[in-house]
Nanobody, 117 residues
Framework: QVQLVESGGGLVQPGGSLRLSCAVS????????MAWFRQAPGKQRELVAS???????NYADFVKGRFTISRDDNKRTVHLQMNNLKPEDTGVYYC???????????WGQGTQVTVSS
């Protein structure tokens, strides 16, 4: 079975930074595209950033220039470096396939990010 374990969230002030991590097991990780999603309370889950198996990245407009997605195929992890955080970045962050949860079968538990003064 595929396991997706997110970590690294927390409470930060506006303008602060966090680095999220996602540990992946149960698949040949290096050949899969990966992505980060987030979901704010009462809102639909949205795609934040993606990284292809070859390393090409793509970002939602609302995080471009502030967030960086990366992957370490040896450690089977995906990271999201989040800088200059804004209150509207608050939400639960998940990693998964950019094609949706059906690829791996489910969502992980997510990690909570709260940006507040």
């Amino acid at each position: 079975q595929v396991q997706l374990v997110e970590s690294g969230g927390g409470l930060v002030q506006p303008g602060g930074s966090l680095r999220l991590s996602c540990a992946v097991s149960g698949i040949a990780f290096s050949i899969y595209h990966m992505a980060w999603f987030r979901q704010a309370p009462g809102k639909q889950r949205e795609l934040v950033a993606s990284i292809l198996s070859g390393g090409h990245t793509n970002y939602a407009d609302f995080v471009k220039g502030r967030f960086t997605i990366s992957r370490d195929d040896n450690k089977r992890t995906v990271h999201l470096q989040m800088n200059n955080l804004k209150p509207e970045d608050t939400g639960v962050y998940y990693c998964n396939s950019p094609a949706g949860p059906s690829v791996f079968g489910s969502w992980g538990q997510g990690t909570q990010v709260t940006v507040s003064s």
